[in-house]
């Protein structure tokens, strides 16, 4: 709302008679009501039900299993490594790459430095974009043994510094590697799952989202 008032001006004879002065209002607060999706409580206990199987592939090869049996710290950098490859990469073949590096003495940043790209590349080939993802691995490694003594960077801002790593590897590196959950990691398969299940609507419609 606006409310405009007359204000006496001062005694000053080069003053205007009088002043205009405006007074502005606003209100923010919006009320939006918005209705849980039907049954939404029968369909999340079924997917819980669902994943107790175990049986998907991020379960036994996903990035957390990277290095699991390796000391703290080796395997710290073993999980940066396999969240590194993570992208555009079915968790079954990152799982094999981890795996091949650790059969050549890779999963260690002084190995990899060490090692030419050429080689690299060739160990975690079929990774999605594997010359590109082994330059970036080469580069982490080299700043970890630089600035971290051989381990990996401890908080979000540093591991986003690293190329190649970007906001969801970040949180996953820090929930896995350092047992310090500062975000949740989502992908596209949450849009996707929501849209299916018919949880999200367009705004101000019954219309769901494709």
Request: with cysteine; aromatic share 4%; glycine share 6%.
């Amino acid at each position: 709302s606006v409310s405009t008032k007359r204000v006496p001006a001062s005694s000053n004879k080069n003053s205007s008679p009088v002043r205009l002065e405006k007074k502005i209002r606003v209100s923010s607060v919006v009320k939006v009501e918005v209705a849980a999706p039907e049954n939404w409580e029968a369909v999340l206990a079924g997917i819980k039900n669902i994943r107790l199987s175990g049986q998907a592939p991020v379960d036994t090869k996903g990035c957390e299993k990277a290095g699991s049996l390796l000391p703290p710290k080796e395997r710290r950098f073993a999980v940066l490594i396999s969240t590194m490859m993570s992208s555009q990469t079915k968790d079954e073949v990152t799982h094999a790459a981890v795996e091949r590096l650790g059969e050549n003495g890779l999963l260690d940043p002084d190995a990899i430095v060490r090692t030419d790209e050429a080689t690299l590349a060739n160990l975690i080939k079929p990774v999605g974009f594997y010359q590109r993802k082994a330059q970036f691995i080469k580069e982490a490694s080299r700043i970890c043994l630089e600035r971290f003594g051989g381990d990996i960077p401890d908080t979000l801002t540093d591991l986003l510094a690293l190329k190649g790593v970007g906001p969801k590897m970040a949180h996953l590196v820090m929930s896995i590697a350092w047992k310090n959950t500062q975000g949740i990691c989502v992908d596209t398969h949450v849009h996707r799952i929501s849209n299916r299940l018919g949880w999200v609507f367009r705004e101000g419609t019954k219309q769901v989202v494709c």
